[in-house]
């Protein structure tokens, strides 16, 4: 292949990237995708495509479809120990975010939902809010009807618009509410935890990977217990992370985190979903299988002092 039809494919492949990780709520299988796509426009004849931009795009969306419909990640996801593979903000994965749309579009909460759409439904919704596709375009990429795409495009909003709660937040928002957090998770008094979260606050865990199915956790009483147990040092703990990591705040897909760090590599986070000011849900993850992109990321950035230096 070329020099120019390569750097052709290589300037759509964060945005191929971001629309995978949209579908698939995971970076490995999100890069899968984007590579297989490379290997079907190496192989492709590019004189015959008319707009490159459109064809990729096209067999990025089937190929993340088809990952989704088969047997074997129906079975991974069926047996309920699946959670979105959290992404650090500056991550190029995240894809646009000029508007309110774009930014919801890639948060946890969102992509938890998403994963309760059937594929098509699922795919609709995000080329139209995320990319801001037509329906006549989106008809062409999915070899549907353009009111077929309409329909689709009405149910996932309806189903997705009566769930988002998240409200948008910024880095300083995000120290303030992490700070929070951990201060009166850390400080031994449940009622001061239990006035940050929402009445109907939950929180979700995958138990560090030690657990067969997520730890879900509803009422702020469970949550502010679970949350104060887990933060809560101990030999065992500290033997199986490897040391005594840091705690620092950030934003992960577009939400305030709590990101544990032991030397270079990010061992845990907790990602808040925040409703008028207090926390709604925490989303916790240790199992290194769904660290090593944040990992990754987090090496090549630059952060603030921690806001608990050694747990």
């Known amino acids: 292949m070329d020099r120019a039809a390569t750097e052709r494919f290589e300037a759509s492949r964060d945005r191929l990237a971001s629309l995978a990780y949209r579908l698939l709520g995971s970076a490995a ?35 993340a479809l088809d990952r ?12 309920g120990a699946w959670l979105p593979e959290p992404l650090l903000d500056g991550d190029p994965m995240l894809g646009p975010a000029e508007t309110a749309e774009q930014r919801e579009s890639v948060s946890l909460a969102v992509l938890l939902l998403l994963e309760r759409l059937p594929p098509v439904e699922r795919a609709v919704y995000v080329l139209r809010e995320a990319f801001s596709y037509s329906h006549a375009e989106i008809a062409g990429i999915l070899d549907i009807t353009e009111s077929a795409s309409q329909q689709h495009a009405h149910r996932a909003r309806r189903h997705m618009g009566a769930s988002r709660r998240a409200g948008a937040v910024d880095r300083t928002d995000a120290r303030r509410i992490v700070e929070a957090f951990l201060d009166a998770a850390m400080s031994g008094h449940t009622e001061r935890l239990v006035a940050l979260l929402t009445e109907d606050a939950s929180a979700i865990s995958d138990g560090a990977g030690l657990a067969d199915k ?17 933060l809560k040092p101990s030999p065992g703990k500290l033997a199986r992370i490897g040391g005594s990591p840091a705690l620092y705040a950030a934003l992960v897909n577009g939400g305030p985190a709590v990101i544990a760090v032991l030397g270079d590599r990010v061992v845990g986070t907790v990602v808040f979903e925040v409703r008028d000011g207090r926390i709604a849900r925490g989303i916790g993850m240790a199992s290194p299988a769904r660290l090593g992109r944040v990992t990754e990321q987090w090496r090549r950035q630059d952060h603030d002092e921690p806001v608990v230096h050694s747990w």
């Open 29 to 63: 299988d999100a890069e899968d995708a984007v590579q297989d796509a490379f290997l079907r426009w190496q192989a492709a004849d590019r004189d015959l495509i008319e707009v490159p931009e459109a064809w990729l795009t096209k067999v990025v969306t089937n190929l």
């Open 68 to 79: 989704l419909r088969s047997a074997k990640v129906r079975r991974e996801r069926a047996v």
């Open 214 to 230: 997520l730890i879900e956790l509803s009422t702020p009483e469970r949550v502010s217990a679970a949350a104060r147990g887990a």
